[in-house]
Nanobody, 122 residues
Framework: QEQLVESGGRLVQPGDSLRLSCVASGITVDRNTIAWFRQAPGKAREGVGCISSYGEIYTDSVKGRFTISRDNAENSVYLQMSALKPEDTAVYYC?????????????????WGQGTQVTVSS
């Protein structure tokens, strides 16, 4: 049974850095695609980035600020966020799909974590 558990979200100030973690079970992170999505109040869920054996892709608004990495031994994926802005405030979700084709389309992911809240505010 596939399960994803996110952690690391908290209140930070603009310009700060933060790392989110996603621990996977029942699906191998280095053989499939793991993505990060976020959803702000009143807005649609947005793909932030994903990682697979093809590499990583990111949405334009986070390029140069966010980095996704993977620890195969821990079967975990991380989202390193830097230069955080108030508009990055959202619930961040980890999602997984079988296969290695990168995608930031939420409907292509069948497995989701419960989400972790990131708030960027002074």
């Amino acid at each position: 049974q596939e399960q994803l558990v996110e952690s690391g979200g908290r209140l930070v100030q603009p310009g700060d850095s933060l790392r989110l973690s996603c621990v996977a079970s029942g699906i191998t992170v280095d053989r499939n695609t793991i993505a990060w999505f976020r959803q702000a109040p009143g807005k649609a869920r947005e793909g932030v980035g994903c990682i697979s054996s093809y590499g990583e892709i990111y949405t334009d608004s986070v390029k140069g600020r966010f980095t996704i990495s993977r620890d195969n031994a821990e079967n975990s994926v991380y989202l390193q966020m830097s230069a955080l802005k108030p508009e990055d405030t959202a619930v961040y979700y980890c999602a997984a799909k079988y296969g290695v084709q990168p995608s930031l389309v939420a409907g292509r992911y069948g497995y989701w974590g419960q989400g972790t809240q990131v708030t960027v505010s002074s």
